[in-house]
């Protein structure tokens, strides 16, 4: 199975929020479910896998490894434990959460870890986040670009991130568009909301399909049955190349995922 292009985000759910949110996604055909280790979710995430009775098989499940168990022995230790509150027993997808803080610990020394744990048997597929193009030459270096199933990034229509895109489209990398609604922004846009009005779409819809039609893996998250169901329906949008081009004109470099701990940004 490839990455499945339309998943389901869990980032900020918690608790009862989470389950219901996994449980009615899948409910609704999402198959592809992501996680974190720093989510502090990946049981609830587990428990709604395990009560919806969806055939394991059928299903894609991505967590990430927080950047405390990059180093020292830690990475899979915490896979384990990862799996262990998600009850499965290998994960289709293991990402680097974030780069080292600092390049603190060398790329290439939690890169190889990652392919270990993969060779273990503890991921089908490995994977990274929030890597700049020097963090991804230094990552294909380690591991070789075939052994990266993605990297996962903030794309939308305000943060296109064309240098990462156009390096890893040089690469033959995969990338997956985190917050790819810019957390629910796009809905104001009025370049966004007259394509949706002419299609009789959502700007959510609009946005989704703008992204999935660029080929990048989406992620979108929602607390609403009624969205999950509408984002869903994205897949079905097809948008012209005239309106491709008016959202790619709305770039204005608005990262809205910056933690003090970031990398420098290309
Ligand atoms: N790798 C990383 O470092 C990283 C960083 C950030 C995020 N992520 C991943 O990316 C996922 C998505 O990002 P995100 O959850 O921050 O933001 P997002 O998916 O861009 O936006 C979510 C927001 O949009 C709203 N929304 C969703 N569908 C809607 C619709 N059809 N109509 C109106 N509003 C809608 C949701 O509100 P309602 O709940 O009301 O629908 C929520 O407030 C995360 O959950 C996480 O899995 C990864």
Redesign the pocket.
Known sequence: MSIPAL???????KDQQVID?VRNGLELGYRHI???QI?GNEAEVGRAIAESGVPREELFV?T?VWTEHLGGGRLIPSLEESLAKLGLERLDLA?I??PSPGDTIPVAEYMNALAEARQRGLAQRIGI??FTIRQMREAIAAVGAQEIATN???I?PFLQNRQVVEFAHEQGLHL????????????QDPVIQGIAAAHSA????VTLAWLLQQGFA???????R???A??QRASDLVLSEAEMAAIATLERGER??NPDFAPQWD
Not at 178 to 185: D, Q, R, S, V
Not at 202 to 205: D, L, N, R, S
């Open positions: 998943g389901l985000g869990t980032f900020r759910l949110s992501d996680t974190a989510y991505t990430k990402l959460h974030w986040s929030n996962q990034v903030e939308h997956t568009a985190y917050m790819p609604l810019a957390y629910g922004k796009v809905m959502t700007p959510a819809q989406v992620i979108p998250s929602s607390t609403r009624e969205n999950l509408s984002n809205l995922a």
